[in-house]
Protein backbone atom coordinates (compact mmCIF):
# COMPACT_ATOMS: atom_id res chain seq x y z
CA UNK A 1 0.00 0.00 0.00
CA UNK A 2 2.05 2.80 -0.99
CA UNK A 3 0.31 5.91 0.30
CA UNK A 4 1.17 4.76 3.50
CA UNK A 5 4.43 5.40 3.62
CA UNK A 6 3.54 9.15 3.57
CA UNK A 7 1.94 9.10 7.13
CA UNK A 8 5.09 9.14 8.86
CA UNK A 9 6.54 11.96 6.91
CA UNK A 10 3.33 13.95 7.41
CA UNK A 11 3.33 13.51 11.03
CA UNK A 12 6.76 13.67 11.59
CA UNK A 13 6.45 17.69 10.64
CA UNK A 14 4.60 18.06 13.52
CA UNK A 15 7.44 16.72 15.55
CA UNK A 16 9.97 19.02 13.76
CA UNK A 17 7.81 21.77 14.49
CA UNK A 18 8.32 21.39 18.36
CA UNK A 19 4.47 19.91 19.02
CA UNK A 20 5.54 16.40 20.14
CA UNK A 21 8.72 15.27 21.27
CA UNK A 22 7.58 12.17 18.78
CA UNK A 23 5.06 9.44 17.85
CA UNK A 24 4.56 6.26 16.86
CA UNK A 25 1.54 4.60 14.81
CA UNK A 26 0.40 1.16 13.80
CA UNK A 27 -2.48 0.09 11.38
CA UNK A 28 -3.56 -3.05 10.73
CA UNK A 29 -6.21 -3.31 7.79
CA UNK A 30 -7.14 -6.55 6.14
CA UNK A 31 -4.43 -8.87 8.04
CA UNK A 32 -1.85 -6.28 6.65
CA UNK A 33 0.21 -4.56 9.42
CA UNK A 34 1.62 -1.19 8.96
CA UNK A 35 3.90 0.93 10.78
CA UNK A 36 6.03 3.98 11.57
CA UNK A 37 7.41 5.98 14.05
CA UNK A 38 9.72 8.97 14.79
CA UNK A 39 11.21 11.39 17.36
CA UNK A 40 12.32 10.73 20.60
CA UNK A 41 10.76 9.55 23.94
CA UNK A 42 12.58 11.46 26.03
CA UNK A 43 13.61 15.43 24.02
CA UNK A 44 16.74 16.61 26.70
CA UNK A 45 18.49 13.24 26.07
CA UNK A 46 17.08 12.38 22.75
CA UNK A 47 16.85 8.77 23.18
CA UNK A 48 14.87 7.65 20.15
CA UNK A 49 10.98 6.17 20.22
CA UNK A 50 11.94 2.07 20.46
CA UNK A 51 9.28 -0.05 19.15
CA UNK A 52 8.27 -1.25 22.14
CA UNK A 53 8.35 2.05 24.26
CA UNK A 54 5.89 1.68 27.02
CA UNK A 55 3.22 5.12 27.25
CA UNK A 56 0.69 6.16 30.18
CA UNK A 57 -2.24 5.63 27.99
CA UNK A 58 -4.48 7.61 30.56
CA UNK A 59 -7.94 7.00 29.00
CA UNK A 60 -7.38 4.14 26.78
CA UNK A 61 -7.81 2.70 30.04
CA UNK A 62 -12.02 3.23 30.41
CA UNK A 63 -11.98 1.00 26.80
CA UNK A 64 -10.48 -2.30 28.95
CA UNK A 65 -12.16 -1.64 32.26
CA UNK A 66 -15.38 -1.48 30.17
CA UNK A 67 -14.71 -4.83 28.61
CA UNK A 68 -14.24 -6.40 31.71
CA UNK A 69 -17.93 -4.93 32.85
CA UNK A 70 -18.93 -6.18 29.77
CA UNK A 71 -17.37 -9.93 30.77
CA UNK A 72 -19.31 -9.97 34.68
CA UNK A 73 -22.78 -8.83 32.75
CA UNK A 74 -22.15 -11.85 30.50
CA UNK A 75 -21.52 -13.75 33.06
CA UNK A 76 -24.40 -13.01 35.05
CA UNK A 77 -22.33 -11.22 37.68
CA UNK A 78 -23.97 -7.71 37.20
CA UNK A 79 -26.19 -6.12 35.72
CA UNK A 80 -26.51 -2.92 33.54
CA UNK A 81 -29.56 -2.05 35.41
CA UNK A 82 -28.27 -2.61 39.05
CA UNK A 83 -27.75 0.46 41.52
CA UNK A 84 -24.34 1.28 42.15
CA UNK A 85 -25.26 1.28 45.67
CA UNK A 86 -25.92 -3.10 45.85
CA UNK A 87 -21.99 -2.85 45.75
CA UNK A 88 -21.06 -0.12 47.21
CA UNK A 89 -22.67 1.26 50.10
CA UNK A 90 -20.75 4.31 50.42
CA UNK A 91 -23.32 6.07 47.81
CA UNK A 92 -26.26 5.08 49.60
CA UNK A 93 -26.68 8.73 50.89
CA UNK A 94 -25.93 10.26 47.82
CA UNK A 95 -27.11 13.20 46.76
CA UNK A 96 -27.49 15.98 44.00
CA UNK A 97 -26.62 19.85 43.49
CA UNK A 98 -29.91 21.48 43.20
CA UNK A 99 -29.12 22.61 39.49
CA UNK A 100 -25.69 23.35 37.43
CA UNK A 101 -24.78 26.88 39.22
CA UNK A 102 -25.04 26.11 42.87
CA UNK A 103 -22.87 25.73 44.80
CA UNK A 104 -21.68 22.67 46.39
CA UNK A 105 -23.50 22.43 49.65
CA UNK A 106 -27.31 23.37 47.99
CA UNK A 107 -28.27 19.54 47.19
CA UNK A 108 -31.70 17.73 46.45
CA UNK A 109 -32.42 14.06 46.39
CA UNK A 110 -31.60 11.22 44.01
CA UNK A 111 -34.54 11.20 41.66
CA UNK A 112 -33.46 7.37 40.22
CA UNK A 113 -30.25 5.78 41.44
CA UNK A 114 -27.22 5.91 39.35
CA UNK A 115 -26.90 2.30 37.69
CA UNK A 116 -23.56 0.17 36.09
CA UNK A 117 -25.20 1.59 32.68
CA UNK A 118 -25.19 5.24 33.57
CA UNK A 119 -21.40 4.55 34.45
CA UNK A 120 -20.99 2.60 30.85
CA UNK A 121 -22.65 5.62 29.55
CA UNK A 122 -21.30 8.58 31.62
CA UNK A 123 -24.91 9.55 32.56
CA UNK A 124 -24.80 8.60 36.16
CA UNK A 125 -23.91 12.57 37.34
CA UNK A 126 -20.47 12.38 38.05
CA UNK A 127 -18.00 15.00 36.49
CA UNK A 128 -13.92 15.08 36.37
CA UNK A 129 -11.31 17.22 37.87
CA UNK A 130 -10.75 19.32 34.85
CA UNK A 131 -14.32 20.26 33.83
CA UNK A 132 -15.70 23.72 34.52
CA UNK A 133 -18.12 22.79 36.96
CA UNK A 134 -19.07 23.19 40.98
CA UNK A 135 -18.75 19.63 41.73
CA UNK A 136 -15.25 18.99 39.40
CA UNK A 137 -13.95 22.12 41.52
CA UNK A 138 -14.67 20.30 44.44
CA UNK A 139 -13.07 16.99 43.18
CA UNK A 140 -10.02 18.85 42.73
CA UNK A 141 -10.11 20.74 46.10
CA UNK A 142 -10.56 17.12 47.76
CA UNK A 143 -7.51 16.18 45.58
CA UNK A 144 -9.43 13.36 44.05
CA UNK A 145 -6.67 10.47 42.50
CA UNK A 146 -3.87 13.29 42.98
CA UNK A 147 -2.44 10.39 44.77
CA UNK A 148 0.25 7.70 43.36
CA UNK A 149 -0.64 5.08 47.33
CA UNK A 150 -3.82 5.53 47.49
CA UNK A 151 -6.50 2.25 46.66
CA UNK A 152 -8.84 2.42 44.08
CA UNK A 153 -11.11 1.88 46.85
CA UNK A 154 -9.69 4.59 49.38
CA UNK A 155 -10.30 7.07 46.05
CA UNK A 156 -13.91 5.64 45.95
CA UNK A 157 -15.19 6.61 49.12
CA UNK A 158 -13.62 10.04 49.43
CA UNK A 159 -15.39 10.10 45.74
CA UNK A 160 -18.78 9.54 47.33
CA UNK A 161 -18.86 12.13 49.84
CA UNK A 162 -19.66 14.53 46.84
CA UNK A 163 -22.53 15.76 45.42
CA UNK A 164 -23.75 14.31 41.61
CA UNK A 165 -23.46 17.72 39.12
CA UNK A 166 -27.09 16.10 38.08
CA UNK A 167 -29.87 13.76 38.14
CA UNK A 168 -28.56 9.95 36.59
CA UNK A 169 -29.41 9.93 32.75
CA UNK A 170 -30.58 13.89 32.47
CA UNK A 171 -26.91 14.66 30.67
CA UNK A 172 -24.02 13.45 29.39
CA UNK A 173 -20.65 14.96 30.71
CA UNK A 174 -16.98 12.74 30.42
CA UNK A 175 -16.58 11.63 34.02
CA UNK A 176 -14.57 9.94 36.86
CA UNK A 177 -17.54 7.03 36.41
CA UNK A 178 -15.68 3.96 34.78
CA UNK A 179 -13.30 4.21 38.26
CA UNK A 180 -16.17 3.70 40.14
CA UNK A 181 -16.97 0.98 37.52
CA UNK A 182 -13.69 -0.32 38.36
CA UNK A 183 -14.21 -0.50 41.87
CA UNK A 184 -17.26 -2.08 41.38
CA UNK A 185 -15.43 -4.83 39.41
CA UNK A 186 -13.06 -5.66 42.88
CA UNK A 187 -15.81 -6.08 44.84
CA UNK A 188 -17.81 -8.11 42.58
CA UNK A 189 -14.45 -10.36 41.29
CA UNK A 190 -13.29 -10.30 45.30
CA UNK A 191 -9.69 -9.01 43.92
CA UNK A 192 -7.90 -6.18 42.27
CA UNK A 193 -8.14 -4.80 39.37
CA UNK A 194 -5.27 -5.54 37.88
CA UNK A 195 -5.59 -8.87 38.53
CA UNK A 196 -9.03 -9.04 36.98
CA UNK A 197 -7.81 -7.67 34.00
CA UNK A 198 -4.67 -9.98 33.97
CA UNK A 199 -6.68 -12.87 33.97
CA UNK A 200 -10.17 -11.86 31.73
CA UNK A 201 -8.06 -9.94 29.36
CA UNK A 202 -4.54 -9.54 29.51
CA UNK A 203 -3.43 -12.82 29.71
CA UNK A 204 -5.96 -14.58 27.06
CA UNK A 205 -4.61 -11.53 24.56
CA UNK A 206 -1.12 -12.13 24.98
CA UNK A 207 -0.75 -8.09 26.45
CA UNK A 208 2.14 -8.59 28.75
CA UNK A 209 3.03 -5.20 29.33
CA UNK A 210 -0.24 -3.84 30.09
CA UNK A 211 -0.04 -3.27 33.68
CA UNK A 212 -0.74 -0.75 36.70
CA UNK A 213 2.87 -0.79 37.32
CA UNK A 214 6.27 -1.66 35.29
CA UNK A 215 9.23 -3.33 36.68
CA UNK A 216 12.27 -1.16 37.15
CA UNK A 217 14.02 -2.38 34.69
CA UNK A 218 11.05 -1.56 31.87
CA UNK A 219 11.09 2.04 33.11
CA UNK A 220 13.74 3.15 30.65
CA UNK A 221 11.28 2.41 28.03
CA UNK A 222 8.61 4.80 29.36
CA UNK A 223 8.37 7.71 27.05
CA UNK A 224 8.05 10.96 29.16
CA UNK A 225 5.40 12.98 29.60
CA UNK A 226 5.57 16.70 28.37
CA UNK A 227 2.91 19.56 28.24
CA UNK A 228 2.34 22.00 25.77
CA UNK A 229 2.43 25.71 26.84
CA UNK A 230 0.11 27.43 24.15
CA UNK A 231 0.88 30.70 24.91
CA UNK A 232 4.66 30.04 24.21
CA UNK A 233 3.71 27.37 22.10
CA UNK A 234 6.37 25.07 23.42
CA UNK A 235 6.86 21.85 25.33
CA UNK A 236 7.27 21.97 29.19
CA UNK A 237 7.84 19.35 31.59
CA UNK A 238 5.21 20.30 33.74
CA UNK A 239 2.49 23.27 34.11
CA UNK A 240 1.26 23.70 37.39
CA UNK A 241 -2.21 25.05 38.15
CA UNK A 242 -5.70 23.83 39.72
CA UNK A 243 -7.87 21.65 38.14
CA UNK A 244 -5.08 20.45 35.29
CA UNK A 245 -5.18 16.63 34.29
CA UNK A 246 -1.06 16.52 35.60
CA UNK A 247 -2.61 16.97 39.42
CA UNK A 248 -3.22 13.09 38.93
CA UNK A 249 -0.23 10.75 40.17
CA UNK A 250 0.45 7.94 37.32
CA UNK A 251 3.52 6.11 39.51
CA UNK A 252 5.82 3.34 37.73
CA UNK A 253 5.50 1.04 40.41
CA UNK A 254 2.92 1.08 43.25
CA UNK A 255 1.95 -2.62 43.64
CA UNK A 256 -1.74 -1.02 44.93
CA UNK A 257 -2.46 1.21 42.72
CA UNK A 258 -5.13 1.05 40.00
CA UNK A 259 -7.94 3.45 38.45
CA UNK A 260 -10.87 2.28 36.49
CA UNK A 261 -10.41 5.74 34.10
CA UNK A 262 -6.73 6.01 34.12
CA UNK A 263 -3.28 4.81 35.21
CA UNK A 264 -2.63 1.85 32.84
CA UNK A 265 1.17 1.69 31.45
CA UNK A 266 1.00 -0.50 27.52
CA UNK A 267 3.01 -0.70 23.95
CA UNK A 268 2.05 -0.07 20.79
CA UNK A 269 1.89 -3.52 19.68
CA UNK A 270 0.43 -4.74 23.17
CA UNK A 271 -2.56 -2.42 22.72
CA UNK A 272 -3.33 -3.08 19.03
CA UNK A 273 -3.88 -6.65 20.29
CA UNK A 274 -6.50 -5.62 22.15
CA UNK A 275 -8.21 -3.10 19.29
CA UNK A 276 -8.03 -5.95 16.86
CA UNK A 277 -9.75 -8.34 19.61
CA UNK A 278 -12.82 -5.66 19.70
CA UNK A 279 -13.18 -6.26 15.76
CA UNK A 280 -14.39 -10.05 16.38
CA UNK A 281 -14.80 -10.82 20.33
CA UNK A 282 -11.95 -13.46 20.07
CA UNK A 283 -8.19 -13.35 20.75
CA UNK A 284 -5.79 -13.97 17.71
CA UNK A 285 -6.07 -17.71 19.19
CA UNK A 286 -10.00 -17.86 18.82
CA UNK A 287 -10.67 -17.38 22.38
CA UNK A 288 -13.74 -15.55 23.03
CA UNK A 289 -13.68 -12.69 25.09
CA UNK A 290 -16.98 -10.81 24.71
CA UNK A 291 -19.84 -12.08 22.68
CA UNK A 292 -21.98 -10.51 20.09
CA UNK A 293 -24.54 -8.83 22.35
CA UNK A 294 -21.51 -7.34 24.25
CA UNK A 295 -19.65 -5.83 20.96
CA UNK A 296 -23.04 -4.54 19.88
CA UNK A 297 -23.74 -2.78 23.38
CA UNK A 298 -19.86 -1.32 22.70
CA UNK A 299 -20.80 0.05 19.07
CA UNK A 300 -24.05 1.03 18.88
CA UNK A 301 -25.22 3.98 20.23
CA UNK A 302 -26.91 4.51 23.48
CA UNK A 303 -27.58 7.55 24.38
CA UNK A 304 -31.00 9.90 23.77
CA UNK A 305 -30.92 12.61 20.78
CA UNK A 306 -31.86 15.14 23.34
CA UNK A 307 -28.56 15.00 24.75
CA UNK A 308 -26.11 15.52 21.65
CA UNK A 309 -24.15 16.78 20.79
CA UNK A 310 -21.50 15.17 23.16
CA UNK A 311 -18.97 17.59 24.07
CA UNK A 312 -16.05 17.55 26.78
CA UNK A 313 -15.76 21.25 28.00
CA UNK A 314 -12.56 21.51 30.55
CA UNK A 315 -11.86 23.90 33.20
CA UNK A 316 -10.62 27.11 31.15
CA UNK A 317 -11.98 26.04 27.52
CA UNK A 318 -12.57 28.78 24.88
CA UNK A 319 -15.26 28.50 22.75
CA UNK A 320 -13.37 30.82 20.04
CA UNK A 321 -12.83 30.49 16.02
CA UNK A 322 -9.95 27.85 16.97
CA UNK A 323 -12.24 25.74 18.91
CA UNK A 324 -12.89 22.00 17.66
CA UNK A 325 -15.86 19.70 19.08
CA UNK A 326 -13.88 16.11 18.25
CA UNK A 327 -16.87 14.42 19.21
CA UNK A 328 -19.61 16.14 16.67
CA UNK A 329 -21.04 13.59 14.88
CA UNK A 330 -20.54 10.91 17.39
CA UNK A 331 -22.71 9.03 20.07
CA UNK A 332 -21.61 6.72 22.54
CA UNK A 333 -21.65 3.01 23.56
CA UNK A 334 -21.59 1.10 26.39
CA UNK A 335 -17.75 2.47 27.12
CA UNK A 336 -16.65 3.72 23.64
CA UNK A 337 -17.51 6.68 21.20
CA UNK A 338 -19.48 5.60 17.98
CA UNK A 339 -19.46 7.48 14.83
CA UNK A 340 -22.98 8.17 13.94
CA UNK A 341 -22.42 10.55 11.05
CA UNK A 342 -19.70 11.47 9.29
CA UNK A 343 -21.00 14.83 7.65
CA UNK A 344 -20.04 16.40 10.78
CA UNK A 345 -16.87 14.64 11.55
CA UNK A 346 -15.23 16.97 8.48
CA UNK A 347 -16.90 14.23 6.28
CA UNK A 348 -14.26 11.59 7.20
CA UNK A 349 -14.91 8.25 8.91
CA UNK A 350 -17.13 5.65 8.53
CA UNK A 351 -20.11 4.92 10.45
CA UNK A 352 -19.87 2.69 13.37
CA UNK A 353 -16.15 3.75 13.87
CA UNK A 354 -15.63 3.38 17.36
CA UNK A 355 -12.76 4.02 19.98
CA UNK A 356 -11.82 6.39 22.23
CA UNK A 357 -8.37 8.44 23.10
CA UNK A 358 -6.00 9.68 26.19
CA UNK A 359 -5.19 12.50 27.61
CA UNK A 360 -1.61 12.54 26.60
CA UNK A 361 -2.45 12.41 23.20
CA UNK A 362 -2.93 8.65 22.94
CA UNK A 363 -5.65 7.13 20.38
CA UNK A 364 -7.41 4.45 18.74
CA UNK A 365 -10.33 3.45 16.53
CA UNK A 366 -11.61 0.24 15.20
CA UNK A 367 -13.15 0.27 12.01
CA UNK A 368 -15.37 -3.11 11.05
CA UNK A 369 -16.39 -1.88 7.67
CA UNK A 370 -12.86 -1.15 6.16
CA UNK A 371 -11.26 -4.38 8.83
CA UNK A 372 -9.12 -1.94 10.44
CA UNK A 373 -7.78 -0.95 13.73
CA UNK A 374 -5.68 2.14 13.99
CA UNK A 375 -3.16 3.42 17.35
CA UNK A 376 -1.54 6.45 17.91
CA UNK A 377 0.72 7.06 20.69
CA UNK A 378 2.50 9.90 22.22
CA UNK A 379 2.99 11.75 25.33
CA UNK A 380 1.67 15.24 25.45
CA UNK A 381 -0.92 16.60 27.96
CA UNK A 382 -3.19 19.81 27.00
CA UNK A 383 -1.46 18.70 23.02
CA UNK A 384 -2.56 20.80 19.98
CA UNK A 385 -4.64 18.20 18.21
CA UNK A 386 -3.17 17.88 14.99
CA UNK A 387 -1.66 14.77 15.41
CA UNK A 388 -4.54 12.74 15.41
CA UNK A 389 -6.65 15.02 13.33
CA UNK A 390 -3.75 14.40 10.71
CA UNK A 391 -3.87 10.81 11.10
CA UNK A 392 -7.22 10.44 11.13
CA UNK A 393 -7.67 12.19 7.67
CA UNK A 394 -4.91 10.53 6.25
CA UNK A 395 -6.54 7.11 7.33
CA UNK A 396 -9.92 8.18 5.63
CA UNK A 397 -8.42 10.23 2.75
CA UNK A 398 -6.11 7.63 1.39
CA UNK A 399 -6.84 4.01 3.16
Do not use: C
Not at 276 to 293: A, Q, Y
Amino acid sequence: MQEIKELNNLLSKLVDQGLYPGFQWQINIKNELFAGKYGFKNIENKDPILENTIYRIWSMTKPVVAVAALQFIQQDKISLDDPISKYLTEFSNLKVLKNNNSPIYEVTDLEIEPTIQHLLLHTAGFSYNFLGDTVAKKYDDIKLFHSGVTTLEEEIKNLAEVPLLFQPGERWVYSVSMDVLGRILEVVGNDSLQNILQENIFNPLEMYETAFSISDKAEARVMSTYEFDSIKSELKNEILGPQKIRNYQYPFNEINYARGGHGLFSTISDYAKFAEMLRTGKSKKGKTLVDSNSLSLMTKNAIDSHLFPLEILTFGTIKDDKYVNDLEGYGWGHGFRTLMDPLKNSKLGSIGEFGWAGAAATYFLVDNSKEMTAILMTQVLDAEDDLKRNFYKFIYSNL
